[in-house]
T-cell receptor
Framework: GAGVSQTPSNKVTEKGKYVELRCDPISGHTALYWYRQSLGQGPEFLIY????????DSGLPNDRFFAVRPEGSVSTLKIQRTERGDSAVYLCASSPRTGYSGELFFGEGSRLTVL | KQEVTQIPAALSVPEGENLVLNCSFTDSAIYNLQWFRQDPGKGLTSLLLIQSSQREQTSGRLNASLDKSSGRSTLYIAASQPGDSATYLCALTSMEYGNKLVFGAGTILRVKS
C-alpha cells in the first residue's frame, strides 16, 4: 500500500491475555518506530528498528513488551500478560532515512483496550 | 530530562481568526522541532520541521518559529478554517534522545463555522 498499515485497528482483550500488533511500513523504508499514545497525551517512544535489528528499545516499559522485525519490513509488537494500564493507541511510523530527518510517516494506530 | 509542554491544552476560535499555539521545552540542545496534526482516530501528519539552525518555517497558512535560547516554538495559523480542527502536537529530537521524538501532550483546536 501507499502508507503505513497497522492491524488490527482495534483490539479488545482481557487482562492477562497475549496480544500481537502488526505494522507494515512503506516499502523500502529502513527505519521503523513504535510509539504508544495514552488518552490525552502525546505519543511516547517504545522501540526503533534500523533494518532487522532493534537499534533502541529503551522505551519498552517492561519485559512483557517485545517487538520483532525479522525480514526488515513488517514488524510485530508483542505484549504478554496484558494489564489494564496497557490500554492505549499503539502507533507505528517508518522513515526512509537512518538518522532522523523529519521524514516520518505514521500509521493510523492500533487501539488496544484491556478489560 | 527533556520535557515538552504545550499551551493551551484546548482552544476554540471562530472561523477566520488568526491563532498561535505554543510549545516549550526544557533542554535547548535540540536537533530539530516538528509540528504534527492528528485527526481523531488517525495517525500523525507532519506539518512543519524546523532544524536547530533555523528560526522559522512556513507552509501555506502555517508558520512555525523556533527560539532555542528561550526553549520555545510557536505555530501560527492564519485565517483559520473549520477544517483546521484537530490536535496539534509538537515534538523534538535532541542530543539526549537521539532519533527518538519527544512529544508534547498537544493542543486540541476547534474552529467554529
Amino acid at each position: 500500500g501507499a502508507g503505513v498499515s497497522q492491524t488490527p485497528s482495534n483490539k479488545v482483550t482481557e487482562k492477562g491475555k497475549y496480544v500481537e500488533l502488526r505494522c507494515d511500513p512503506i516499502s523500502g523504508h529502513t527505519a521503523l518506530y513504535w510509539y504508544r499514545q495514552s488518552l490525552g497525551q502525546g505519543p511516547e517512544f517504545l522501540i526503533y528498528f534500523q533494518g532487522t535489528g532493534a537499534a533502541d528499545d529503551s522505551g519498552l516499559p517492561n519485559d512483557r513488551f517485545f517487538a520483532v522485525r525479522p525480514e526488515g519490513s513488517v514488524s510485530t509488537l508483542k505484549i504478554q500478560r496484558t494489564e489494564r494500564g496497557d490500554s492505549a493507541v499503539y502507533l507505528c511510523a517508518s522513515s526512509p532515512r537512518t538518522g532522523y530527518s523529519g521524514e516520518l510517516f505514521f500509521g493510523e494506530g492500533s487501539r488496544l483496550t484491556v478489560l | 530530562k527533556q520535557e515538552v509542554t504545550q499551551i493551551p491544552a484546548a482552544l476554540s476560535v471562530p472561523e477566520g481568526e488568526n491563532l498561535v499555539l505554543n510549545c516549550s521545552f526544557t533542554d535547548s540542545a535540540i536537533y530539530n522541532l516538528q509540528w504534527f496534526r492528528q485527526d481523531p482516530g488517525k495517525g500523525l501528519t507532519s506539518l512543519l520541521l524546523i532544524q536547530s539552525s533555523q528560526r522559522e518555517q512556513t507552509s501555506g497558512r502555517l508558520n512555525a518559529s523556533l527560539d532555542k535560547s528561550s526553549g520555545r516554538s510557536t505555530l501560527y495559523i492564519a485565517a483559520s478554517q473549520p477544517g483546521d480542527s484537530a490536535t496539534y502536537l509538537c515534538a523534538l529530537t535532541s542530543m539526549e534522545y537521539g532519533n527518538k521524538l519527544v512529544f508534547g501532550a498537544g493542543t486540541i483546536l476547534r474552529v467554529k463555522s
